[in-house]
């Protein structure tokens, strides 16, 4: 099957392995890889038997790579189920993320020391130029942007909220029953202070990096 993306390289997907573990807390366990059609279990593959073949890849690449990530913590295999806000339900014990974009797609798991992580991956040519004609749909004021640090090209930091928001809601989906409009999400500050749906403020760590032609961003929910 050929797929609609160029298809990244396993030594990128190293690299960008390694910098997305420094930038977690000890015991996150990640696994990246490129986007392609896997094999899952009974339960999983009916999640995905009418979808399109693209939505397939993704889905199956996410899944293998999150059962990757949890299998580095010696947690046996199980299925991975899908949440009312389309999430994924991870293993009693244990919280994750995934995301993917361009060919590309990471998995976090750890145990459920925390209250949530989040992580999103962008892959910046696929979105150049077009960030900035969406603003409206996830800006919650006009400071918002300025609120970010000095950022280095490539990012951009209508690209960089964007991705930030997304980390920040993966981290918060526990604690959410309903889809989230973004411009609900306010930064407050670049790195932790974080206005939510309910008005209600959280300290987060947030963290902004690049690999190659991706942005990634990813977002720290403490206990």
Not at 8 to 30: K, N, Q, W, Y
Not at 47 to 68: D, N, P, W, Y
Not at 161 to 188: N, P
């Amino acid at each position: 099957m050929t797929l609609p993306w160029a298809s990244v390289s396993t030594a990128f997907c190293r690299d960008l392995e390694a910098l997305i573990a420094r930038r977690m807390p000890h015991g996150i366990r990640v696994a990246a890889g490129p986007i392609e059609r896997h094999l899952l279990c009974p339960e999983e593959e009916a999640m995905i038997e009418q979808a399109v073949a693209k939505r397939q890849a993704e889905f199956s690449t996410g899944r293998a790579l999150a059962h990757q990530a949890l299998a580095n913590l010696g947690y046996p295999a199980d299925v991975i189920g899908i949440g009312p806000l389309r999430n994924p339900i991870w293993p009693k014990g244990t919280i994750g993320s995934i995301s993917h974009d361009g060919g590309c797609c990471v998995a976090l798991a750890g145990k459920d020391t925390l209250r949530g992580i989040g992580l999103d991956l962008m892959h910046i040519p696929s979105h150049a130029g077009r960030m900035s004609d969406l603003l409206d749909m996830y800006v919650a004021d006009r400071d918002e942007l300025k609120r970010l640090p000095d950022l280095p090209k490539p990012l951009r930091p209508e690209m960089v909220l964007f991705s930030l928001k997304e980390s920040i809601v993966k981290a918060l989906v526990g604690e959410l029953d309903d889809f989230v409009d973004l411009r609900d999400i306010s930064l407050q500050t670049p790195w932790g202070q974080v206005r939510g749906p309910t008005r209600q403020e959280r300290h987060m760590t947030l963290w902004i990096d690049h690999c190659g032609s991706y942005l990634i961003t990813g977002a720290i929910y403490a206990l």
